[in-house]
């Protein structure tokens, strides 16, 4: 049996190794290296995938939510509700901007924020919400834009971690993670289910203006050349990774795919166990299984993960620490609630190998190892 890893990129280029190559020194051979036509045709083509209008690349998943947040005008101290179980990144950008992240706390289950505690969190100066899509399925989002419309607040999906993923709405009307909100959020981080060779992101939105706006503002406020209107930044997709996600964009389904046939036979082999939680999925969302994340006691969290590293399982811990307790966060965040839920998340959760390379006997191997766990 093969080594197993947490992610197993390399495998996954040496199947399409011959037409990354060709589409890697095309780009090379060509001198255009920013803005080349590659980054234009994977907007293109990324935008019928996932059925939003228009697409903006920029240069990581971290850059198209603040680009997002500088899109709305905000004013310093203004605040925008994020869920404080999930990576940095959105809460990050937040404080960067002088605006005040809110925290809530996340469903135990599903892990995405806790649709009824958006409202006890709203106060005058709250303007925006950031509901992140984790692990790979959308948040409950027919809520969260009731709310929004009711309270006036922009969405911002951060949807770094669910390409892909589906949610229906009650009235049968499916959106993709990502496009439901103002503006959705991708990163092209290597191992998120769409991975590029490098950094890359991008916004996607529905709304001819604000994606003109978001576009201005990643090419430093202007949208003529050396005309700046308003302050911004610099955020680009390079040609080269735009080229790279060209060849990977036509197998994202089938990845997909494989990784929820591995989060099947996780979910069948695990069934039996009463001291472990399986990955949950939410009713009105698919998932993508970025992450397959498993609960289990908090005493016993630490030493299962030992005992899976001695079997040669190796696990992750996403995430340890709730954005709350983080030492850049001391006095700069509200808190929207206790947040208990997220607290005890993270003294459980334990993501299992995950990846699109994965072989029936590696994951019959993990299954057998954590059975025999007492
Ligand atoms: C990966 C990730 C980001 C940031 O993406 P980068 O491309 O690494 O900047 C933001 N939010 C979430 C939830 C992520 O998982």
Redesign the pocket.
């Known amino acids: 049996m093969k080594t197993i890893q947490m992610v197993d990129l390399t495998t996954q280029y040496e199947r399409i190794r011959e037409d990354m190559n060709r589409a890697a020194l095309e780009t090379l051979r060509s001198g255009k290296y920013i803005n080349g036509l590659p980054v234009q045709q994977f907007a293109e083509e990324l935008a019928a995938f996932t059925g939003a209008r228009y697409i903006i690349p920029c240069a990581?998943?971290?850059?198209a939510?603040q680009i997002a947040l500088m899109s709305l005008d905000l004013q310093p101290g203004d605040e925008v509700i994020v869920p404080a179980f999930?990576?940095i990144?959105?809460a990050e950008v937040i404080a960067l901007l002088q605006l005040k992240p809110v925290l809530i706390d996340v469903d135990p289950h599903t892990f995405n924020l806790d649709v009824n505690q958006i409202e006890a969190a709203i106060s005058p100066k709250t303007k925006a919400i950031i509901p992140?899509h984790?692990f790979g399925q959308t948040a409950d989002m027919e809520p969260v834009l009731q709310i929004a419309r009711q309270y006036g607040l922009f969405v911002i999906e951060?949807n770094?971690?669910s390409i892909g993923s589906v949610y229906t709405f009650s009235d049968g009307t499916k959106k993709q993670a990502g496009t439901i909100g103002n503006i959705g959020t991708l990163?092209?981080?290597p191992t998120?289910n769409l991975g590029a060779y490098g950094?890359?992101?991008a916004m996607m939105t529905d709304n001819e203006q604000l994606a003109k706006r978001l576009k201005m503002i990643a090419s430093h406020g202007q949208s003529v050349k050396y005309q700046h209107e308003i302050v911004g930044c610099n955020s680009r997709l390079d040609t080269l990774q735009a080229a790279i996600l060209r060849v990977k964009l036509p197998y994202l389904q089938e990845y997909i795919e494989a990784r929820r046939a591995t989060a099947a036979r996780y979910d069948t082999g695990l069934e039996t166990l009463d001291w472990l939680e399986r990955s949950a999925c939410h009713p009105a969302s698919t998932h993508v299984y970025n992450q397959y994340t498993v609960k289990v006691n908090p005493l016993q969290r630490n030493d299962l993960q030992s005992y899976l590293k001695e079997k040669g399982v190796p696990t992750m811990i996403y995430y340890p620490m709730p954005l709350h307790r983080q030492p850049a966060f001391e006095g700069r965040v509200r808190l929207g609630s206790d947040l208990k839920i997220t607290e005890q998340l993270c003294d459980s959760v334990l993501s299992l190998p995950m990846h699109t390379e994965l072989e029936d006997s590696q994951i019959e191997y993990i299954i057998e190892q954590i059975i025999r766990y007492e």
């Open positions: 990581n998943g971290t850059d939510l999930t990576y990144a959105g992140v984790l951060d770094a971690q990163s092209f981080f998120k950094d890359g992101g």
